[in-house]
């Protein structure tokens, strides 16, 4: 080291040399003490990202958040399907678009709810809400990070990201991003959804997939945007200035959805995917996921709306209709322009003019009629969104029941309401009159024909609209009865537009088609004086604008509650699937067979989830009454035993009786006095109110007999067992012996009565018998097997029971009559009607008829159409007629007083 031996020199380069060593000692201790102070900083720990906000951001930063999304709605039901997610599982939330927005909403809005809410977001970056301790952090790891490794910190390969998902932490990972593509197949970079099923391969804790989806506005999207929609986005996906917009200028018309949860370790337990590499899996549970979420998005806002001449378009020069065309031209000799002319008339005639506006419109009138002349409306928000979810899988066919001009009012708003879209409406031509016609038309309601005999070229028409409507994913509100019910119960299926649908299936139209039977009834119907005087035998009154001015008057009485019940939606593919078959191959026999299949089918679904009402069990229990004078201790007696009779099968009861049934009845029944539908007949004065006597309004008959109709379904079985046991004769008998005449009566009245055609007359009994003993009607034989014994008690219940099948007996007996007293070439088909009704009346004045109520022109046909296809058409049938009206006379002498 020395260039020179001198000390001198020496202690030069040993003083120099001293002062190196002490610097590199001074450096290294420095570094040291900033490596201990980063270490410190950082808690040892180079995983400080921006896509993790902690729980914990600041009490200013809560609250700036916390208003600014006060106004979107999470609805409860929605807030229930997190609830219901098993604990100890990793929960990831999942969105289409990736949004600082969302996040931060979903963050903010969950925390305040106290449900698991996302901390990490899948490559989010969360700059602004940090505390200001977490960004100095930040930035010193990255930092420092860079500094020792010249590459930025990973939370995927660092293990970060699935270490914090094993310790519990939620996340939201998005699905689309700009440039996703791009990032995960060219730069290679982690997929998360890849990256997921990874972590979920190696650890037994299953990871839940939650799928949210937010709306800025329920309208359908058009297929022609507006410059609005180009400047700021669409409402599906609105830019940022359109988005804050909407949120201060409408806060409650921003809401949350939350689709079905995905299980992602029973997807890759699946038999098919258990081979699959995790790349595939990664793009199918992508794909899967784009699909439930706009799948979901589609049954809120409806199919994308197109111009009517677009519709029009589409339909008037689709193939098939245009081959029809050619041949309907070339058969009546007419030029093919007036051919397609008059195919467009039609198709005017027919269509929807579906608009938002007037819907909107509608929606707040509809829902002023609601709580103006009803005391609100009853619905279970479990029922309706089993049928949201299954509107997923394919066009919802919404089938109710038809009881009233509120019916297609009342459920359209119910959907509107709940964020579905309003279906298109099977309507009468004979609404479409103005000015409701339009409105009508406005709201989704397109028009039909009662009949298109001899209308060709219009079914055709009608046929490719539905097409149409069914292959743009439009749901369908339909009446299976064909019209309103004037009888109260429900009128046998109507199968014309069923099998328009099952051939508009079968044509490829959609994939699936999901029938919701739907229940709508009421305390009290509007139309109760014309369908009294329809059933007295007046004429229907046309629909027209002085019927709507004359309305108004309604709005100053009170009907009591609106019920609408949903039972469970029938999928046609898992219909099809449970027979192994499928619609393509089906002749056209086998086809009208499932048609009539599902008709009944959905007509005993929608008597299922009837709902029974005070006004339908008070009147079931004065028109089964034994004397012609009652007390109110008399009829309560009945009133019990029904009750007791619709517990035990499970029967849904209105709110009312739910509450205090005693209240609920002697309420009704004290209305139906004031209403004079039943009288007082003086008693002794001093004697106690319910010793005294009641007596029928023979003018009123027909209106409590409407209101018994609504419930008598659920009494039917145990009517034609009761029924058969009487006719049995016999105080010990086995269930055996009432296989056969129980058969017979549900046969008789298979015009009359739907019932479950998967269940077997042996399976009624056996149900009836059951629920006999339970109210000590019947009791067990204590030896014999499969025999019981008839109390004295229940002798008079089964009058009770078997007395709702008096008035159809009397009926069918009015017909057979006029059928043993005119021979067949004498009966004009088209004055038979009115001939039985005229016969009907002499019969009731000789007293020969007890029950008003069986002058009824619906009976008189349902009796016509059984006995025409049983063989008797006149007087010439003796043997026929002669076993009938045996039958009958039999039934009737045990149902008489």
Not at 348 to 357: L, R, V
Not at 392 to 414: A, E, M, N, R, T
Not at 747 to 764: G, L, R, W
Not at 817 to 845: A, C, E, S, V, W
Request: aromatic share 12%.
């Amino acid at each position: 080291m020395t260039s020179r031996p001198s000390a001198h020199g020496g202690q030069k380069i040993a003083f120099a040399g001293f002062n190196m060593t002490e610097s590199k000692i001074k450096g290294r201790k420095f570094s040291n003490r900033v490596r201990r102070w980063i270490d410190t900083a950082l808690q040892g720990t180079h995983n400080h990202y921006t896509c993790y906000l902690p729980g914990k951001i600041g009490f200013l930063s809560s609250v700036i958040l916390k208003l600014f999304f006060s106004g979107i709605k999470v609805n409860k039901d929605q807030s229930l399907i997190l609830e219901k997610i098993p604990k100890n599982t990793i929960i990831v939330y999942t969105n289409k678009f990736k949004s600082n927005f969302e996040y931060l909403f979903y963050y903010t809005r969950y925390k305040i709810n106290g449900l698991p809410y996302p901390e990490i977001g899948f490559d989010h970056r969360i700059y602004m809400w940090q505390p200001v301790s977490r960004i100095f952090k930040i930035v010193l790891s990255y930092l420092d990070y860079i500094y020792h490794n010249k590459t930025l910190p990973d939370p995927y390969k660092s293990g970060y990201i699935r270490q914090e998902l094993i310790n519990g932490r939620s996340t939201l990972l998005s699905l689309i991003e700009k440039k996703g593509f791009y990032r995960r197949f060219v730069k290679a970079k982690t997929d998360p959804i890849q990256y997921l099923i990874e972590i979920q391969k190696s650890i037994d804790r299953p990871i839940y997939i939650i799928p949210q989806l937010m709306f800025f506005s329920k309208k359908p999207t058009r297929n022609i945007p507006t410059i609005i929609d180009i400047l700021f986005g669409t409402e599906g996906k609105p830019g940022k200035i359109r988005r804050l917009v909407t949120l201060f200028k409408n806060p409650g018309k921003v809401f949350v959805e939350i689709s079905e949860p995905i299980n992602l370790k029973a997807f890759i337990e699946i038999f098919e995917n258990r081979e699959r590499s995790i790349e595939y899996l990664s793009l199918v549970l992508r794909r899967d996921l784009l699909l439930q979420m706009n799948r979901h998005r589609h049954s809120i806002t409806g199919p994308v709306l197109k111009s009517m001449e677009e519709l029009k378009q589409s339909i008037l020069t689709k193939d098939r209709l245009q081959s029809f065309m050619e041949q309907y031209s070339k058969k009546h000799d007419i030029p093919i322009q007036q051919t397609h002319k008059k195919a467009d008339s039609y198709l005017d005639e027919i269509a929807a003019k579906y608009n938002m506006s007037i819907i909107k419109i509608m929606a707040t009138l509809v829902m002023w009629i609601i709580y103006t002349m009803f005391e609100g409306a009853s619905i279970e928000k479990e029922e309706l969104n089993r049928v949201k979810t299954m509107s997923q899988k394919g066009p919802l066919i919404l089938i109710p029941s038809h009881k009233s001009h509120i019916d297609y009012l009342i459920l359209s708003y119910i959907l509107f309401n709940n964020n579905m879209p309003c279906p298109h409406i099977a309507a009468g031509k004979n609404l479409s009159f103005w000015p409701l016609g339009p409105l009508f038309r406005s709201g989704g309601a397109f028009f039909i024909r009662r009949t298109f005999r001899g209308a060709a070229l219009y079914s055709r028409v009608f046929t490719e609209y539905i097409y149409k409507l069914l292959e743009e994913g439009f749901n369908i509100e339909l009446f299976i009865e064909g019209g309103r019910s004037r009888t109260g119960k429900l009128l046998m299926p109507k199968l014309g537009f069923l099998s328009i649908l099952l051939n508009a299936y079968k044509n490829g139209a959609c994939d699936d088609l999901i029938f919701v039977p739907i229940f709508i009834g009421y305390d009290r119907i509007l139309e109760e004086r014309s369908y009294l005087h329809e059933l007295e035998g007046g004429k229907k009154e046309k629909e027209n604008l002085s019927q709507v001015l004359k309305a108004r008057k309604f709005l100053k009485k009170s009907y009591g509650r609106i019920y609408i019940k949903f039972h469970d939606s029938i999928s046609l593919n898992e219909l099809l699937s449970k027979d192994n078959t499928s619609l393509k191959e089906m002749t056209l026999k086998e086809q009208n067979a499932l048609c009539r299949n599902l008709g009944h089918r959905i007509i005993n679904a929608i008597n299922n989830v009837t709902v029974v009402t005070p006004h339908a069990l008070v009147a079931s229990a004065i028109l089964t009454c034994s004397k012609k004078r009652f007390s109110s201790d008399h009829m309560m007696s009945h009133v019990e035993t029904y009750l007791n009779y619709l517990s035990s099968q499970g029967a849904r009861l209105a709110d009312t009786l739910l509450l205090d049934s005693m209240h609920a009845v002697e309420h009704v029944f004290d209305i139906y006095v004031q209403r004079k539908f039943i009288e007082r007949i003086s008693s002794n004065k001093g004697s106690p109110s319910s010793e005294a006597q009641f007596l029928v309004n023979e003018n009123r008959r027909l209106i409590l007999e409407y209101y018994k109709n609504n419930c008598i379904a659920f009494f039917i079985p145990a009517a034609f067992t009761a029924l058969t046991i009487l006719e049995n004769d016999a105080f010990q008998f086995s269930a055996s012996d009432l296989h056969s005449g129980y058969a017979f009566i549900q046969e008789f009245f298979k015009n009359e009565f739907a019932y479950d055609v998967d269940k077997t007359s042996e399976y009624f009994v056996r149900k009836s018998i059951k629920a006999f003993i339970d109210d000590a009607i019947l009791m067990p034989h204590p030896v014999l097997p499969d025999t019981y014994n008839l109390t004295s008690a229940g002798f008079r219940k089964l009058k009770i029971f078997s007395r709702f099948l008096k008035t159809p007996f009397e009926s069918y007996w009015i017909v057979l009559n006029f059928f043993m007293r005119n021979p067949q070439n004498h009966i004009n088909t088209k004055d038979r009607l009115k001939k039985i009704q005229r016969r009907g009346d002499r019969m009731y004045k000789r007293k020969e008829i007890e029950h008003k109520e069986a002058l009824s022109k619906i009976n008189y046909q349902n009796a016509i159409d059984y006995f025409t296809t049983h063989g008797i058409k006149g007087s010439d049938d003796t043997e026929k007629i002669e076993y009938y009206s045996e039958a009958i006379q039999k039934y009737l002498s045990h149902l008489s007083l």
